[in-house]
Every structure is written in C-alpha cells, then in structure tokens.
C-alpha cells in the first residue's frame, strides 16, 4: 500500500505507485497506471482503459472509459466560455466551469447543476453544499471489500486485481471522500464504491449518495432499462437519449419488479455484435436510482447509486457512510460481449460458495403443483414420481409452518404444522430421502401476518408507522430488520428447523414492497431503508455461514429482486412467477442482459398455464427452461400420461448432458423474442468444444419461409457434427448462413441442438 499527500497545485507527487506490468493473454500492461507527469489515473483491463485527472484546481476530472490504449486522454477537454456559467471563487477564468467538465464524482455545491452524485448538509447549521478537492490515494493489492455489504471479491492468485483508493476531502466539513475503484483486469470489469468519512466535529447528513457516473463528453447514444412487473420482469426497452433526464428507480424497498438496478448506455446503432456499449450493474437490492442526462452541451452522464428518496443518513464524528457497489464493463463489439463480461463476473466473483460452479440438481417444486394444498404422504408420493422420472430434489414451498393454509396467516411462526406434515420438517426430510431425492424448503423471513403468535407477542417488530393505517401486501406487514433483536429471532427460528432437518435447499421468498418506513429503534428514519437492506444481508450470511452446503434460491414474488446484491448470498433467483414458456423467452432473454443465465430458477410447469391460460408443448417447455442453472419442475407429475413421464426422463437426461454448458459456457442471444417471430439462444463451451443451440418458434405465417439460426462464437476453420441431425456443418459457414428448422408439427414447435467439434 502506497500513500500520498497532494499538492496543491495539482500534480500528484509519485513516480512509483503504479502497480506492476501483468501479461495476460500474450498483452502486457500495467492494471493502475498514476502518472505524476498529467496528473492521471489509469485503469487497465484486458481490453479495457478508464482514466480520470486532477485537475489544476484540484479536482478529479473524468477523461475516458474505453478500449485499452495507453497515454493521456486530457486532450478530450475543452474549455471556452461558457456564458453564465459559475466558477468557484479561486477560478479567475470563464473558460473554467465544473457544469461542462466531465467530472469523475459531481457533488453538489461548486457549479456543477446536472443530476448530482453527491449532496450533503451539515446538520447543526442545516447548510447544503461541499467542495470537494482532491487531496491523495492509495494502491491496494487486490479487489477492496465493502463490510456488511456484497461486493465482487477476487481470487488473488488468478485475478491479479487492484484497487485505487482516491481521496477526495472537504475543508469546511472536515470531510474525507474515498472513491474506491476496483480493477479485475481479466474480466474487463472496474468496480466502483464511495465511503463518506466525517472526520469532524459536528454529524453530517448525507442526503445522495450515488456510487458510480460516467460523463461522456459527446456522442449519439441509446439508453437500455429493464422495466416490468409482477409476473412480466425485466423486458428489454431501449430509447434515444435525448435533452433532459432519463431515470429508472426504486422506491419499494426492494430493487423491484418494476425496473431492474442495471442500465446500458450504448452507440445508437449498436446491435448484439457490433457497437460500443458501457453498463452499470448495482450491487445492492433496496432502493436504488439510475439515470442519464444529456445537457446544454449535448453532453451524456450516466449514473448510478442509493434513491434519495425517503432517504438522508446521519453520519456522526468519527463515522463513515458507505454507497454501496457499482459494477461497470464496456464492450466494443455489443451487447453480447458486454453481457458475456458480467455473466463471467457475476458467476465467478459474486457468487460464492459450494455451489458457484457446481451444476444444480434439478429440483420438483411443490407451489404449482399444489399451491397450499399438500400434505407430507402428498409430497412423498410426488417425491415417489419425480424420482421415477430423475428429479433430484423435492422442495415443499409455502404452506408448511404455522397453521398456513392461504396467503392470510402465521409468517413468522417458523414452525412446522405437524398436524399437515405427518411430523417434523426433519422427520419428512428423512421420508423424501429414503425415496431418493434430497429435500428443500421455503422461508419468507423478512415478513410477518398478523395473524401470527410473532405479531401477537411483537406487534412493535412490523414496519408501521404510528397513528397512520397500515399498509398490507399479500395480507402480511414487513419485519424491521434493521433491528438485530429481530434478526436473532428469526435466525434463532430458521435454525431450529434447519439445523436437525437434513435440508439442501432454501428458497428465500419475499412477497411485497416496504411502504411503512418507520423503525422503532431510531430517531434518524432517513436510514431506516437502507439498514434494513444491510440487515437482510446480515441474516443472509448468518445463514449462508452456518449451512454452507444449502444451495439457496432468492425469490421475490417471482423476480422482483433479481439483483447483484442478492446474487453475493444466493447464487440462483427464480426469474418469475409466470412460468409460461412464451412469455419466459422475453423474461429469460432480458435477464441475460445483465446476468448470467446460470443463474436462472426456469421449471417446467402445467398447461394451460396458471397465469397466461396458454398451451405450450411439454418438450418446449423444456427447451425454454433449460436456459437456466436452475432447472426443474413445478406441477403435479403424479397426474400426467404415461408418454409426458417418458419425455420428461428424457428431458432430465438432456438437460444432465449439457448442464455444465449451460452453467459455465458463453451465452448469446441469436434472435430476440420481441420479433415475434422465433427466439433463438446459444451456449458455446470457452474453448469452442460444444455448443448448444435452442429455439422457439413463436408464430407462424401460412407457407411462410423457413426459419434459420446462425450460431455464434464457433472455432473458426473447423467442423461440428450436430448429435440430434448427425449433419456434419463446416463451422465458417454455420456461422454465415446458419442452418434452417425443420417445418412446425405443433404450435410453438421448438429445437435443440447439440453440437460437437471434429476433432481432426
Ligand atoms: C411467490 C413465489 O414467487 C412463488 O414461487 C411461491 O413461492 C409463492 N410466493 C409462495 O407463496
């Protein structure tokens, strides 16, 4: 660790911090780049440069986010005057303003008036404003962590990533800034956090903090979001960014069905596999803010970081606030590759644990198959069916503990209905076992009904705000987890299950939106939003910690929390309660954007579906939730013919067959849904060995022409035999013209393609 003081006047003063030269991949370059000379930082990925400057005034200017180069990219500034544009007092000079300079951490209170990162106010005077200049940093070997919250962690001996610590400081507040930067150079991946250090005496308040912002100084660029619903996440949107502000947000506690915490600024003209694109992915699930802005000067920012709303954390003397992490990546060869770089870092430097890299047993889910309606001989003898069929796990959803029998009763009560199981949670586990299949759990811990003996003991442990009625979602209240006394309590719970229970899945559900924002525990109820999330992440390591080998599936009303954050504590989501397979391509496909598929809960469920009323065949039902990691089924087996038994043994033997491609291999999007048309995805193994092609037809045109897929990411110059056709293809011409489908026999008709590398 290297540190230094600045000097005022802007030059940093070292000539030997820069980390050492690394060869990745036949290149040499140096991952955190500090040039005494230009006053710059550069950071280096594999492919990738971002460099920022101080400038002569002391602060930190943003220069470049782009393909790898080496030198000073000062030369993109451009100073003339401005008209009415402010200087801060010391700055004799109208060609100076920081509202046109692309800034690397905008706050407000010097000149800057686009969409701030930064507001604070000092709470004894109630004055808004700072002035933060730069005054040092630091190299640090390896990937920084954030306590208490997730964040990308490194593999020192693989990764060779760095961090930069730059040290912004406000003389007034006697406030410290740290931008924290994070470079994993072999996954073209720079990370970034902020920790508010209130070194003075008095509390200040933080009012915004936004984590991470690009400002591009010009250029034609589209916008990308990922809006949704209940039932509906995550459907790609793309527009123009035009004058004025564009922003996505949540204010539901949760990051939300409604719009996911990623977002991509791409060239207008970018497809899947041409095109620069840049993105941030926030790695945090409560209430977050993303935007872009295009000014007065046809200027672009990006960001991201915590919503301000119903939001302001006091940080006293001696304390620091941290804003949470952003992930950013850059491609310039489209939003494939950009996607391709955050399903490798999320998969491998998010994820933890036991089940990062293994292939996930394919599981029967008791929800759709019989809602609240079971009993334990019930699930035995689905167990009984699954195993006849190679199920690997049988997981009893909602409906287990208290005397739950509908939505309106004892969350909280996290203890078994005998009376419903025939026994104890462990004493059914042992029964599913001797069937063969291991056993999985659902759990709801962040809520509470009414209607519980944990309301009518804790009534003050429910989110509500005094005197105002309360809120109800799904007939049930939130509890406050910011409160460690209630955290305990459910842990406490959760263990005396678990711990005697032979139990290898949880599946961690959360079924509304946090609108009571009132905490009990805290005169400061600005932080009450962001201390539960942090709670949330101190029960999910307690758990995480004690049952390591649990594999643990988020959920939230489906998707509605389908984030980085929770990713870091379970490595699959089940991506939405509609389990139609029509509707799951566009849902599939627009979670792929920014996660890695392996990371998909995809079951196969019953028609017509329970949502959409469709009919869809079983063996596409197959092919479309083969997309995900998290494969398996969810509708009463015992129930079906014979001849849909046989298919899904087959679909369960295909699926064991190329699983590991699945989880580990490179994914692409060869035809979205939204043509209404055909879908069509791709998973290439990373040395081109096998490559698993599927499609769906969506809708047909009478005599229309034949469809053609062509697969992407082959080995050029080789050949590969198709398992299912036994057709040998010349890989270069595959990857041309493709390859047509064969004509429908059935409505939503699908294919899947198994293809293998001649070995010469
Ligand atoms: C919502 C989930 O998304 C469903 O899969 C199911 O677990 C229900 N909750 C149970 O209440």
Same mark, same amino acid.
Request: proline share 4%.
């Given at each position: ?314 940080? %006293?003397?001696?304390?620091?606030? &941290? *804003?949470? $992490?952003?992930?950013?990546? +850059?491609?310039? /060869?489209?939003?494939?590759?950009? @996607? ?88 059914? %586990?042992?029964?599913?076992?001797? &069937? *063969?299949? $291991?056993?999985?759990?659902? +759990?709801?811990? /962040?809520?509470?009904?009414?209607? @519980? ?308």
């Amino acid at each position: 660790m290297v540190e230094h003081e600045c000097k005022r006047d802007g030059a940093v003063p070292l000539d030997d911090a820069s980390t050492t030269e690394v060869t990745l991949q036949d290149c040499r370059f140096t991952p955190i780049v500090v040039n005494q000379q230009d006053a710059t930082f550069t950071l280096h990925t594999l492919h990738t440069a971002y460099q920022m400057c101080v400038d002569r005034y002391g602060y930190l200017i943003h220069l470049y986010y782009g393909p790898r180069t080496e030198g000073t990219m000062n030369y993109v500034l451009n100073f003339c005057d401005r008209g009415q544009a402010s200087q801060p007092e010391r700055v004799n000079d109208r060609t100076y303003s920081l509202d046109s300079l692309p800034q690397e951490f905008s706050f407000q209170g010097m000149g800057d008036l686009r969409n701030p990162m930064f507001v604070v106010r000092e709470a004894t005077t109630g004055a808004y404003g700072c002035d933060l200049q730069y005054r040092g940093y630091e190299v640090i070997d390896g990937k920084y962590g954030l306590p208490g919250l997730p964040a990308v962690y490194s593999d020192d001996a693989k990764d060779m990533a760095q961090t930069l610590k730059v040290i912004l400081h406000d003389e007034r507040l006697d406030m410290d800034v740290e931008l924290l930067y994070g470079v994993m150079p072999t996954y073209d991946v720079i990370t970034r956090a902020v920790r508010v250090v209130n070194k003075g005496g008095a509390t200040i308040e933080v009012k915004r903090l936004h984590t991470a912002s690009i400002d591009f100084m010009h250029g034609d660029f589209d916008v990308m979001t990922f809006f949704g619903r209940h039932g509906m996440e995550r459907m790609p949107t793309r527009a123009r960014i035009e004058h004025g502000s564009f922003s996505i947000m949540s204010r539901r506690g949760e990051s939300s069905h409604q719009y996911n915490p990623f977002m991509i600024v791409c060239d207008y003209d970018a497809t899947e596999s041409a095109g620069q694109a840049w993105s941030m992915s926030f790695v945090y699930s409560g209430n977050f803010y993303a935007a872009v802005e295009k000014d007065q000067f046809d200027q672009v920012r990006m960001q991201m970081g915590l919503n301000d709303e119903l939001f302001s954390y006091p940080v %006293a003397p001696g304390e620091a606030f &941290v *804003g949470p $992490e952003v992930i950013m990546t +850059y491609s310039n /060869e489209g939003l494939g590759l950009l @996607s391709q770089n955050l399903h490798r870092v999320i998969r491998q430097r998010v994820c933890r644990g036991y089940w990062r890299d293994r292939v996930r047993p394919v599981l029967i889910n008791s929800w759709e198959a019989s809602y609240f309606d079971f009993t334990g001989d019930s699930l035995v003898e689905l167990a009984k069916k699954a195993k006849e069929c190679g199920i690997e796990l049988l997981v009893m959803d909602d409906g287990w503990f208290g005397h739950r029998d509908d939505d309106m009763s004892s969350l909280g009560d996290w203890y078994p209905n005998k009376k419903k199981l025939g026994g104890t949670v462990a004493e059914l %586990a042992k029964r599913v076992n001797d &069937v *063969g299949l $291991e056993f999985g759990i659902w +759990y709801e811990p /962040e809520m509470i009904s009414e209607d @519980s003996d944990l309301y009518r003991a804790h009534p003050d442990w429910a989110l509500t705000v005094p005197g105002k009625p309360k809120v109800l979602g799904r007939h049930q209240l939130v509890l406050d987890m910011s409160r460690k006394e209630v955290r305990d309590n459910i842990f406490q719970q959760m263990c005396g299950v678990l711990d005697d229970a032979n139990v290898a899945y949880l599946k961690w559900d959360c079924n509304r939106s946090l609108i009571d924002i009132y905490s009990r525990d805290t005169s400061d109820q600005g932080r009450v939003l962001y201390d539960y999330v942090l709670g949330l992440y101190d029960l999910l390591e307690r758990v995480h910690e004690r049952y390591p080998e649990m594999l643990i599936e988020g959920c939230a009303g489906g998707g509605g929390r389908f984030d980085a954050g929770m990713l870091y504590y379970t490595p699959q989501i089940w991506t939405s309660d509609t389990t139609d397979a029509i509707n799951r391509l566009t849902i599939q496909a627009g979670t792929s954007f920014g996660y890695p598929t392996s990371t998909m809960g995809c079951h196969v469920s019953e028609v017509p579906n329970a949502i959409t009323r469709r009919s869809t065949p079983l063996f596409t039902r197959g092919t479309v939730a083969m997309m995900g990691g998290g494969f398996g089924y969810e509708l009463d087996i015992t129930k079906l013919p014979d001849e849909e038994i046989d298919l899904i043994k087959q679909q369960v033997g295909a699926y064991h067959e190329t699983a590991e491609l699945v989880m580990n291999g490179r994914f692409y999007r060869l035809v979205p849904p939204e043509t209404n048309r055909l879908s069509a995805w791709e998973f290439v193994a990373d040395d081109g060995s096998e490559a698993l092609v599927s499609a769906v037809i969506i809708d047909v045109h009478g005599y229309g022409v034949a469809s053609y897929v062509v697969p992407r990411g082959l080995t050029p110059d080789s050949s590969y035999v198709c398992k299912e056709t036994g057709v040998i293809y010349p890989s270069n011409a595959l990857m041309s013209v493709g390859f047509p489908l064969a004509p429908i026999v059935v409505p939503y008709e699908s294919y899947q393609f198994h293809f293998k590398r001649v070995e010469a």
